[in-house]
């Protein structure tokens, strides 16, 4: 499994001969200047949840790849009527795409569409097939809902979670939340993109450390290969 960052939350992740784009939040961000936006492709693009800082290139992305979204229902209808396919899903449904299977768990968070259409419950996803299995939290709080995953998922090889705080759990949760879902290598995300969530990158990197954890703190345009 490859994975590259394109800032905030937005990593692409290539596995089985498919794309899968998270959140793509990357022409607004000036920390994702030099990504060319219109070289990125992609078979699936998966949103965690309505806010702008997760969706606002899946519009013009969806429009001249073909992707497919995959989210909840509300967030999947409201591209529906843009004419961009979607694959509608809900907290606790799991379904076999041709890549491998995706479980949509829960987020602690909330979850409106950029014109203020109702965005549905925000919700994270849990993806395995025969290369890795891995979870994509979104945007969440530190939650006991995270200790389902290892009870019904497959072992995570990796775990994307947040880790700016403000919006969502900062990097000591993100810490608890990779003992609940039992997984010690966690690459961060939902970072120094706004003054709100600066974070200092060594005390982050120090507090997993710690705990005989890594976490990859992967400068944007940058892959990884797991
Ligand atoms: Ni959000
Ligand atoms: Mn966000």
């Not at 200047?33 to 699936?44: G, H, L, R, T, V």
């Not at 987020?107 to 569409?113: G, P, Q």
């Not at 389902?148 to 947040?162: E, G, K």
């Amino acid at each position: 499994m490859k994975i590259t960052n394109y800032g905030q939350s937005a990593f692409l992740v290539e596995t089985k001969g498919k794309k899968l784009l998270f959140d793509p939040f990357i022409s607004p961000n000036p920390l994702a200047k030099d990504i060319d936006i219109d070289a990125i492709e992609a078979d699936y693009i998966l949103l965690s949840h309505g806010h702008t800082d997760h969706v606002l290139d899946a519009e013009s992305i969806g429009k001249r790849t073909g992707a497919v979204i995959i989210s909840n229902f509300e967030v999947v209808s409201w591209y529906g009527e843009k004419g961009i396919k979607g694959h509608p899903m809900n907290h606790g449904g799991k379904f076999n795409f041709d890549f491998g299977t995706v479980k949509y768990v829960n987020a602690i968070h909330s979850s409106v569409l950029p014109d203020g259409t109702y965005g549905g419950n925000p919700g994270g996803f849990v993806i395995w097939n025969e290369e890795a299995c891995f979870y994509f939290a979104g945007d969440t709080a530190l939650t006991l809902d995270m200790k389902l995953i290892p009870m019904t998922c497959p072992s995570l090889d990796f775990a994307i979670l947040p880790i700016g705080d403000n919006f969502t759990m900062g990097y000591e949760d993100a810490v608890i939340a990779s003992d609940f879902i039992e997984c010690n290598k966690v690459i961060g995300c939902h970072y120094d993109t706004f003054g709100y969530i600066k974070i200092d990158h060594s005390e982050a990197q120090k507090s997993f450390a710690d705990k005989g954890k890594e976490l990859v703190l992967l400068p944007i345009g940058e892959s990884l290969n797991l």
